[in-house]
């Protein structure tokens, strides 16, 4: 079955604690990319990746990092979290190619972290 | 500027009858898609539809249909003949195919059908 997993599903951490979040997906997908979603103001991309060592900021990147070693993967890392981190996050992958259909991002279940 | 607009934050519909959410977006990409997701209370987001900017013909799936005004900028989605399990959040979104090929999500519309 053709899918985006990402883990934890929920996640309650302390401040200063480094944390990671696992993303993997079997489509083969080029693109890549990690949102947060808070009331209000819908998803915003925090990194994209276009394809394996290659990553680029997305809108709202400060306190996280990425990698990209591998093509189904892209593990969102907080090296500090802090309550203003607290937040629905969202893994999604897609193909790369150009205006058609199919480009399509699929995402993950979430990631629900409360950061006290 | 923001890239992707939707104005409406909640809506009400009948059962049984048709709803249009609002979408407007901004690029000087000629080469991009539109697309709608839907977030029930669930959570997960699903896929709903697709418009590519050189389609000629507005996009239908099944009760979900675009209608794209590409002079206006304008995507919105129209649900017709709406069920309860159409109660949701919906996102409106676009990819730039020529310039970083990034998705830019809406800030959502909450859809509520009433019996």
């Known amino acids: 079955e053709a899918q985006v997993t990402q883990n934890p599903r929920y996640l309650i951490t302390v401040t200063g604690k480094k944390l990671t979040v696992t993303c993997s997906q079997n489509m083969n997908h080029e693109y890549m990319s990690w949102y947060r979603q808070d009331p209000g103001l819908g998803l915003r991309q925090i990194y994209y990746?276009?394809?394996?060592?290659?990553?680029d900021k997305g809108d709202v990147p400060e306190g996280y990092k990425v990698s990209r070693k591998e093509k189904r993967n892209f593990p969102l890392i907080l090296e500090s979290p802090s309550p203003n981190q607290t937040s629905l996050y969202f893994c999604?992958?897609?193909?790369?190619?150009?205006?058609?259909?199919?480009?399509?991002?699929?995402f993950g279940q979430g990631t629900r972290l409360t950061v006290v | 500027a923001q890239k992707i607009t939707q104005t409406q934050p909640g809506m009400f519909v009948q059962e049984k009858e048709a709803v249009t959410l609002d979408c407007t977006y901004d690029t000087s990409d000629p080469s991009y898609g539109l697309f709608w997701y839907k977030q029930p209370s669930s959570g997960e987001m699903i896929f709903l539809i697709y418009q590519g900017s050189y389609d000629q013909q507005n996009a239908t799936e099944g009760r979900y249909s675009l209608n794209f005004q590409k002079a206006r900028k304008s995507a919105n989605l129209v649900i017709s003949a709406s069920q309860l399990g159409d109660s949701a959040m919906y996102f409106c979104?676009?990819?730039?195919f020529g310039t970083g090929n990034q998705f830019y999500f809406g800030t959502g519309t909450s859809l509520t059908v009433i019996p």
């Open positions: 990746s276009m394809n394996v060592e290659v990553t």
């Open positions: 999604a992958s897609s193909l790369s190619s150009a205006g058609r259909r199919g480009t399509e991002a699929f």
């Open positions: 979104a676009m990819r730039e």
